[in-house]
C-alpha cells in the first residue's frame, strides 16, 4: 500500500488499448475466455508496495491475534486524508478490475472474488461494503450477509447456505459474516457440541480448496477492533438516535465475551489460513485505513487474475461496415 496504496498511480487503464490496470506482468495473452491480447504491465513501485502491505496483513503462523494493534496502519505511512485519497485512485483501478472479471464471466470465464469479512461487532463490515464495494459496479458485486440460521437453513447442513452464495463467474462475491460464524458463535454461545465445531475446520479447510479449485479467488478478512474503540462505536449508537437502529443490546453480551472470541478467532486464524484461502487481519480502529487495506487486498486479488478483455466474437470491421451503412 503506501501512499497511494498500490495503485499503479492511480491511473486509469485505456480500455480501448486493452491494457490493464493493477498490474501483475504476465506474457499471458488469452485465457479461457478468449481475451485480446494485453502486453504485459510492468511491475513498478507501488505495485511493489501494495503487494508488501498485504503481506503484512496476512495471518502467519504464530500470529497473536489478541496482540495486534487495532490502531495500527501496516503498509501506510500516510494521514487519513493521504489514505482517502489513496482509496479514491485505488477505486478507479478497481471499478477497471471489476469490470473485466464481468465481462470474462459474461463471456465464458470461470474466475470469480469471494471476500468474506469476519469482525467484532462494530468492526466496520458494513463500511467496507459501503466504501470499498461501493467503488465498483454493483452489478458486478453478489452480496450477501449471514445472519442467525433461518428455520429452513436450520434443516440443512451449516455450508448449504454458504454454497448456494457462492459468487456466479465473473462477480465479486462479499460475505458479510459466514460459514465461521459456525466456529465462533456457534462456539462461544455453545450452541453446537465442542466435537461439532472441532470437526469443522477440516470440513472447511476442503470446502474453501474445492470452492478456490472451480475458479474462485477467496480472501479472508479479520476486521480487528480494540475494545476501547468498540466501546466508543457502541456508545454513539446509543448517543444518536439515527444509529439507534444499528445497536443490539446483545452486542454487549458479546463483548463480555471477548476473551472467548478471540481465542475462537485465534484457532480460525490457525486452522483455516491456507494458501488456497488466506486470511487477513486488518486492523480496524481506523475506519479510513481498514477500507484502503481491504481495497488493497481487493485490487491485489483482481490483479492477479491477470484478466484482459474478450475477444469480439464477431468480425469487427465487418460490423464496423454494416453499422455505417444504417447512416
Ligand atoms: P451485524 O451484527 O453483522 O452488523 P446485524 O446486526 O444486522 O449484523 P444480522 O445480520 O441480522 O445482524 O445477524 C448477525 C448475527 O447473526 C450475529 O450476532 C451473528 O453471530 C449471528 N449469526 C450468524 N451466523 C450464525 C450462525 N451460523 N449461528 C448462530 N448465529 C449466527
Not at 503506501?2 to 486493452?18: F, H, L, N, P, Q
Not at 467503488?135 to 451449516?158: I, N
Not at 459468487?167 to 450452541?191: K, N, W
Not at 449508537?237 to 465475551?257: F, G, I, N
Request: no cysteine; charged share 30%; aromatic share 6%.
Amino acid at each position: 500500500m503506501a501512499k497511494a496504496s498500490g495503485t499503479k498511480s492511480g491511473k486509469k487503464s485505456d480500455k480501448k488499448s486493452g491494457k490493464k490496470s493493477g498490474k501483475k506482468s504476465s506474457s499471458r495473452s488469452s485465457d479461457k475466455a478468449g481475451t485480446t491480447s494485453d502486453a504485459p504491465a510492468p511491475a513498478d513501485d507501488l505495485t511493489a508496495r501494495r503487494d508488501a502491505a498485504v503481506e503484512l496483513l496476512r495471518a502467519r503462523p504464530g500470529l497473536r491475534v489478541a496482540d495486534v494493534d487495532a490502531r495500527a496502519k501496516p503498509g501506510f505511512d500516510g494521514s487519513r486524508t493521504d489514505g482517502e485519497r489513496a482509496l479514491a485512485k485505488i477505486g478507479e483501478d478497481l471499478s477497471d478490475l471489476q469490470e473485466r472479471l464481468y465481462a470474462n464471466g459474461r463471456t465464458g470465464g470461470d474466475r470469480s472474488v469471494l471476500l468474506v469479512l469476519q469482525g467484532l461487532d462494530t468492526a466496520g463490515k458494513g463500511g467496507i461494503v459501503r466504501h470499498v464495494l461501493g467503488l465498483v459496479d454493483p452489478q458486478g458485486v453478489a452480496l450477501r450477509s449471514f445472519g442467525v440460521p433461518t428455520p429452513e437453513e436450520r434443516r440443512h447442513h451449516y455450508l448449504w447456505r454458504v454454497r448456494r452464495a457462492l459468487p456466479p463467474a465473473g462477480r465479486i462475491g462479499v460475505f458479510d459474516r459466514s460459514h465461521y460464524e459456525d466456529v465462533l458463535v456457534a462456539r462461544v454461545d455453545e450452541l453446537v457440541p465442542p466435537d461439532v465445531w472441532r470437526a469443522r475446520y477440516d470440513e472447511i479447510n476442503r470446502f474453501e480448496a474445492r470452492v478456490a479449485a472451480a475458479g474462485t479467488t477467496i480472501v479472508k478478512v479479520l476486521l480487528w477492533v480494540s475494545p476501547d474503540e468498540q466501546y466508543a462505536r457502541l456508545h454513539e449508537r446509543l448517543d444518536r438516535p439515527e444509529k439507534h437502529w444499528k445497536y443490539d443490546p446483545s452486542d454487549v453480551d458479546a463483548r463480555l465475551r471477548r476473551p472467548a472470541y478471540e481465542a475462537a478467532y485465534q484457532d480460525v486464524l490457525d486452522r483455516t489460513s491456507t494458501d488456497v484461502a488466506p486470511w487477513y487481519v486488518v486492523p480496524a480502529d481506523r475506519k479510513w485505513y481498514a477500507r484502503l487495506a481491504v481495497s488493497a487486498l481487493l485490487h491485489r486479488a483482481l490483479s492477479d487474475l491477470d484478466l484482459g478483455w474478450p475477444a469480439a466474437t464477431y468480425d469487427v470491421s465487418a460490423e464496423r461496415a454494416r453499422l455505417e451503412a444504417t447512416r
